[in-house]
T-cell receptor
């Protein structure tokens, strides 16, 4: 499994755009990048997944540079309810590959 | 869809007792995962099943832990005997497939406290 590195925590004010960066220097050619979100007292839930360039859905955008050694999750105009732990994961798509969640990045949105 | 169902939601027990956690995956999903979450270690994968067969149990901490999946709609994680260091939140998740890109859907978790 490719190792990922994220900040432990970050704060942001309500209404701002939040960008969370993840480093995955040893990402393999067939690895995908996936982000999950975990609210307090709940299990993680899928946010977004990508392989290269940019992916956008109704929740977030994922930016992946050409070398794919890092990725940035962008949350537009965060609200207090976006306070959560965000996990960056890297794994190939083939069957039998584990996801390593680790401790994630605690994002706190301040009023 | 009811999502992944776990029971009980909370469990308090004394050291040495047997604990059984239960999980019902989303209907039609072929893979089931058991995770443990603590402040110190984060979210760790204990074991996962594909088509009811255990595929990878390398995360199971020791012989006190065992997991079964007798059919596609039910799985158990058992700890016998339990110890205070087993206190954690245990999550069950399921997915359509077992690949790294298959979205995992998590249950609400079971908060276990071993006194």
């Amino acid at each position: 499994l490719a190792k990922t590195t994220q900040p432990i925590s970050m704060d942001s004010y309500e209404g701002q755009e939040v960008n969370i960066t993840c480093s995955h220097n040893n990402i393999a050619t067939n690895d995908y990048i996936t982000w999950y979100q975990q609210f307090p007292s709940q299990g993680p839930r899928f946010i977004i997944q990508g392989y290269k360039t940019k992916v956008t859905n109704e929740v977030a955008s994922l930016f992946i540079p050409a070398d794919r050694k890092s990725s940035t999750l962008s949350l537009p105009r965060v609200s207090l309810s976006d306070t959560a732990v965000y996990y960056c994961l890297v794994a190939p798509g083939e069957r039998g590959n584990r996801l390593a969640f680790g401790k994630g990045n605690q994002v706190v949105v301040i009023p | 869809d009811a999502g992944v169902i776990q029971s009980p939601r909370h469990e308090v027990t004394e050291m040495g007792q047997e604990v059984t956690l239960r999980c019902k995956p989303i209907s039609g999903h072929n893979s089931l995962f058991w995770y443990r979450q603590t402040m110190m270690r984060g979210l760790e994968l204990l074991i996962y099943f594909n088509n009811n067969v255990p595929i990878d149990d390398s995360g199971m901490p020791e012989d006190r832990f065992s997991a079964k999946m007798p059919n596609a709609s039910f799985s158990t994680l058992k700890i016998q005997p339990s110890e205070p260091r087993d206190s954690a939140v245990y999550f069950c998740a399921s997915s359509l497939g077992a690949g790294g890109t298959d979205t995992q859907y998590f249950g609400p978790g079971t908060r276990l406290t071993v006194l």
